[in-house]
């Protein structure tokens, strides 16, 4: 089972099961896991949604002994962190935690979560699924790639950098950004000799905002995976060298990252296009997991880092509904 909603649309999304197509599939970060959706994309109408409530309830797998970081663990273990990007002269590496959220007298209504999400997020890729005893959900508008399969043009976006939106930008967001846009950029040059780069602005995430600077190449649709392969994971939610932060990451993280930070492809007859999988959660028969991270640079402060995860969490955890 599976619902989602495309930046900008007004339309619910699902699949059929009439097909032997996948056009959705669910990628882990490390890549090691697809998490395939068969069948055709149709659209379905809100109040036909809303008529098959779904919710957690009845969900097996149950959240157990779970120890969730506190501010001062975090912030100590982002102390180290800071230490080892100086040591290695890293521009940035991303490091994520896990916030819990208990329900054990209730559960969640994951019909209304989605709605909320999407009214709160217009220019996010909202979904959540259930399949083989996995339930996730989540909202993020960072778009991996968007292959135009008409005209061969495909698209991608620098975003990195976050703060509250009334905040003004210091340099440590700006110098966050700066090396995600030039490895992206980096990366298209190797498949197209026509690549169009924007202006870096503000993109925003309901209560929270980013730097964004979009690219569109010229490419040959044969190159689409390989490009992808090449970009993620993203400085956005690794750092950089690509794979010396990843090891890096394994060292200081206590947690599987499993999809968060993955990315998620959807094929339509027009479009193939790849979303990082950023603000989401794990849904279980007691409780839920956020996922949230930051880029840590060698002038982040502990405190702040905490609090933008917190933010981060809110995004998803203010819009959760509960069933009466």
């Known amino acids: 089972m599976l619902y989602f909603r495309f930046p900008f649309s007004d339309q619910i999304c699902t699949t059929t099961e009439n ?41 097996s797998t149950e959240v157990l002994e779970f120890k969730e970081e506190n501010q001062v663990e975090y912030e100590q273990k982002l102390k180290n962190v800071i230490g080892f990007i100086k040591e290695n002269d890293l521009s940035k590496l991303v490091i994520s935690r896990r916030k819990l959220v208990k329900y054990e007298d209730s559960s969640i209504n994951l019909s209304q979560t989605f709605l909320n999400l999407c009214e709160a997020y217009p220019n996010a890729f909202v979904y959540f699924f259930l399949k083989k005893g996995q339930c996730w959900l989540g909202a993020f508008s960072e778009v991996l790639g968007k292959f135009n399969k008409k005209n061969s043009q495909f698209e991608t976006m620098s975003l990195a950098g976050t703060l509250p939106v009334a905040e003004v930008w210091t340099d440590k967001e700006i110098d966050e950004q ?130 933008e995860t917190e933010l981060k969490a809110d995004a998803v955890l203010k819009n959760i509904a509960f069933s009466k």
């Open 19 to 59: 097909s032997a197509e996948i056009p959705v599939s669910f990628v882990t970060f490390d890549q090691s896991e697809n998490l395939d959706f068969s069948g055709k994309i149709v659209s379905i109408s809100k109040e036909k949604f809303l008529a098959s409530e779904i919710s957690t309830l009845g969900l």
């Open 178 to 307: 700066k090396p995600v846009t030039g490895y992206i950029e980096n990366i298209l040059k190797n498949y197209s000799d026509s690549i169009e780069k924007s202006q870096t602005c503000d993109h925003f995430s309901g209560n929270i905002k980013h730097l964004r600077t979009d690219f569109k190449a010229k490419i040959q649709a044969e190159e689409v995976e390989k490009i992808i392969a090449d970009l993620h994971p993203t400085p956005a939610v690794c750092g950089i060298p690509k794979d010396f932060c990843r090891d890096a990451i394994e060292k200081f993280e206590i947690h599987p990252r499993n999809l968060y930070a993955g990315y998620i492809r959807v094929e339509t007859d027009d479009y193939i296009q790849y979303f990082v999988n950023l603000r989401c959660a794990e849904f279980f028969g007691n409780a839920a997991l956020i996922y949230v991270g930051g880029g840590i640079t060698a002038e982040s402060s502990p405190q702040k880092e905490w609090q």
